[in-house]
């Protein structure tokens, strides 16, 4: 399948300090796409990086994209206790629009 | 800043009744899907919608499962006799799917989910 797979599963860290999130995905894809989502709510858009692109930056985020090793990376700088949330990578290829997302990254920012 | 909502937000139904998820998606765009998440699982993609029909659908939308755009803004998922198993958040997406230099840009945003509960 083309899922996105997340790791760490779980990642704890002191408020400032820098929450890197990696993501792997095993076919072709057209887009990547990160998410965020708190507890119990609904998923927020964060960022989208197309399969021509390397980097991108929104804000205190940073999202790689490494085609040759289908990987992607998000990176959240100066991390704040309001970041404590899960967050998914969404990918979508294959002349499909559907999404297919992985099993997330449970973020927890110690204050 | 324009967003998509979903009613109800949370839906308490007995085994084998039927329910409607309602959505309005983001006014302007053309592609509109329905995800599920299992409680504790990821998020699935159940299906997606353009122009008045379905595109693609997953191996989980089955025949219990339609969808309809009954007017200009409203889109609904149906499911006709509910399972235990069909508890889940469901989410609505919709996207304004473009093209550029043969890439589609397929940025999708996500309503607020309605968490459905079967007993």
């Known amino acids: 399948s083309q899922q996105g797979e997340e790791d760490p599963q779980a990642l704890s860290i002191q408020e400032g300090e820098n929450a890197t999130m990696n993501c792997s995905y095993k076919t072709s894809i057209n887009n990547l796409q990160w998410y965020r989502q708190n507890s119990g709510r609904g998923l927020v858009h964060l960022i989208l990086?197309?399969?021509?692109?390397r980097e991108k930056h929104s804000g205190r985020l940073r999202v790689t994209l490494d085609t040759s090793k289908k990987s992607s990376s998000l990176l959240i700088t100066a991390s704040r206790a309001a970041d404590t949330a899960s967050y998914f990578c969404a990918t979508d290829g294959q002349g499909a629009q559907k999404l297919v997302f992985g099993q997330g990254t449970r973020l927890t920012i110690n204050p | 800043e324009p967003e998509v909502t979903q009613t109800p937000s949370h839906q308490v139904t007995q085994m084998g009744q039927e329910v409607i998820l309602r959505c309005v998606p983001i006014?302007?765009?053309?592609?509109f899907y329905w995800y599920r998440q299992i409680l504790g699982q990821k998020v699935e993609f159940l299906v997606s919608f353009y122009n008045n029909e379905i595109s693609e659908k997953s191996e989980i939308f089955d025949d219990q499962f339609s969808v309809e755009r009954p007017d200009g803004s409203n889109f609904t998922l149906k499911i006709r006799s509910t399972k235990l198993e069909d508890s889940a958040m469901y989410f609505c997406?919709?996207?304004?799917?473009?093209?550029?230099?043969?890439?589609?840009?397929?940025?999708?945003?996500f309503g607020p989910g309605t968490r459905l509960t079967v007993l």
């Open positions: 997406a919709s996207s304004y799917l473009t093209s550029a230099t043969h890439v589609s840009y397929n940025e999708q945003f």
């Open positions: 990086i197309r399969s021509n692109e």
């Open positions: 006014s302007n765009h053309l592609y």
